[in-house]
């Protein structure tokens, strides 16, 4: 199955964890990539660092701000999509979290996420991804699509980020 939460609401990373931890509960080997994430000690970076082990990996440089960072970028998406296709035929499920992004921001390309996407389905791998702007081919190929639609957020009253919540 390949899998792909999208949208402009919070949330994307969280269900890609939670499909995670469904898999691990029914006895799988997943592996975790995130993309664009740099290693700040999220909440979910802390937890899938001791659950997963050698099978998370943070390859992001951070936000994607300026053309100027797009060498580093570049190398960081490469970096961790070179991790995913080692690990793709041995893992159940391969989530690859903020793909949408490196894929939007042109830091990957549709072939290499393609090319990913058939060493799954020829391994029997699920594939998870995330993040915002979901292109029509990848929505095409999909098994699932959730897209999940910000209403109404914090920060809109100038509430900064709160630790358990989006870090």
């Excluded at 995130?34 to 082990?53: D, V």
């Excluded at 991804?129 to 979901?134: I, Q």
Aim: charged share 20%.
């Amino acid at each position: 199955m390949i899998i792909v939460y999208t949208g402009d609401g919070k949330g994307k990373t969280s269900a890609s964890v939670g499909q995670a931890i469904r898999a691990l509960g029914q006895g799988m080997r997943v592996c975790f990539a995130q993309f664009m994430k740099s290693n700040r000690s999220t909440g979910e970076q802390l937890f899938l660092g001791k659950t997963l082990g050698d099978d998370f990996y943070i390859g992001g440089y951070g936000f994607f701000r300026t053309e100027a960072e797009r060498p580093q970028h570049r190398k960081a998406a490469q970096a961790t999509l070179a991790w995913a296709q080692q690990h793709v035929a041995a893992c159940a499920m391969l989530v690859l979290d903020e793909a949408l992004y490196a894929l939007r921001s042109g830091l990957v390309t549709q072939q290499e996420i393609e090319s990913l996407l058939d060493a799954a389905t020829a391994a029997g791998t699920h594939v998870v991804l995330s993040g915002r702007g979901l292109p029509k081919w990848l929505e095409a190929r999909a098994d699932i699509v959730s897209s999940l639609q910000e209403i109404k957020h914090a920060w809109q009253q100038g509430i900064a980020a709160t630790r358990g919540i989006e870090y």
